[in-house]
């Protein structure tokens, strides 16, 4: 019996990883590169790929230079992860804040909302984009807490317009993080684990706003070394409901 369960989780793995579009009603995860993007970035992604198809969900890659927005949006409808790494870009959002993606092309805040509309309520996570947790390269030695919720939002809001569930952003690596959300831990428990032990976690509170982020959670962390106090960095953030969870993944945005 032992023998079988070996052999039927082989042909498992094996079926997942050769298959070349996903089966009905399979959970699928967009995993983008943008352009001049970190140097570990297609190893990591990689491997969250592996991490995603070894949980039973097909994977799309957009590497740039094949990272066209055409193609992307076309699959992020019906995703249920949608992962970019890459450059953030300080008028990338609305009126001229933080937001957007830079593949290919430049894509805006305004292109999201008007090329996607998210099927179910998929998990956004940006990696080492500046804006999308706070930080950004050139950044004074602190911007603020303020200042850093307000990208954090700017980055996030598009995405909750048409139908986002819960987003993630952090200059650190998350294969951690994808598993235990995997596992069946909250958006906010998984922030938690990601930060707590190395960062301070500032601010974690609910938003009161008039749009697509109201009645969500924000939460931030930040670090600073010991030689330099005065030098805070915002490295992690998630704005989501309180309990979003991989079953959340499930219903559908309407």
Known sequence: MKLCSLFISSLFFTFVFAQKTPLPNQKTAVLIVG?????????????LAT???????????FYYPNARWSDIKAKANNCSFFIYTGHGFGNGGFDGEFGGLYINEYVMAKDIVDGIQFKYKPLIIYLNACGSHGTSAGDPADIGIAEANKRIN??????FMVGAGGYFATSSLISGFVENFLAGKS?????RIHAEPWEE??????????????SKYIGISSYAYDDEPNVRRYSTAYVGPLHYTLQSINQTSK
């Open 201 to 214: 976690i500032l601010f974690n509170k609910q938003i009161v706003s008039k749009n697509a982020l109201n």
């Open 35 to 47: 352009n001049d993007a970190q140097s570990h970035a297609v190893g990591h992604l990689n491997s």
């Open 187 to 191: 958006l906010n428990t998984c922030f």
């Open 51 to 61: 991490i995603f198809q070894a949980n039973g969900i097909f994977v799309y890659k």
């Open 154 to 159: 700017d980055t996030a809001l598009p995405f």
